[in-house]
């Protein structure tokens, strides 16, 4: 037995260790049938069969609601493509008008520019003095005030002569 063993491990050692040079292989003598396996069926039961079939069939009540929800989703789609194009020319009107609106500043601080260089303040200080009679202010009638935190100040009653608020004072010689 023990000879047996060995003789039978020498052939598939030299059956493993030979090598086939070229490009023919050996074909068996035969092919090996091979089994067909068949899948094995699990039979259902009457009640699966049922739960099946009765999935399968659309009752009435089942066929209205997916039609209302199929015409209901069909009306918000279609609202909102109406509010994307509404938003859409809200957009390009707003844009129309901030291009106009940047055309408009640009005139008027064309003309400001145009208005402010045509005013020559010495000629018109000239005919102050001259044909209105103005005067030049002394020192004594100006009165200075602190800047308030604002650019401008609203004035709700006449300025007292001897009570202003900060009455700028002239340097006394030391």
């Known amino acids: 037995m023990a000879y047996r063993q060995m003789t039978t491990r020498r052939r598939q050692n030299v059956q493993r260790a030979s ?9 068996p003598a035969y092919e090996p049938e091979r089994r067909a396996q068949e899948p094995k069926k699990k039979r259902a039961s009457r009640q699966v069969k049922k739960n099946r079939r009765q999935a399968l069939r659309m009752n009435r009540g089942y066929v209205v609601f997916m039609a209302v929800a199929a015409i209901a989703m069909l ?7 109406n509010l994307q194009s509404a938003n859409m020319s809200h957009a390009k009107k707003i844009s129309a008008m901030e291009e106009e609106l940047a055309t408009l500043k640009e005139e008027n601080t064309t003309r400001y520019n145009a208005i402010v260089d045509s005013v020559n303040l010495d000629e018109v200080r000239k005919k102050a003095k001259k044909d209105l009679g103005m005067v030049d202010a002394s020192d004594s009638q100006v009165v200075e005030y602190k800047k308030p935190s604002l650019d401008y100040v609203k004035q709700y009653e006449s300025i007292p002569k001897e009570g202003a608020l900060t009455k700028v004072q002239t340097k006394k010689s030391k």
């Open 19 to 27: 090598y086939v040079y070229g490009n023919v292989v050996r074909q």
């Open 75 to 81: 009306l918000v789609c279609i609202k909102y493509v």
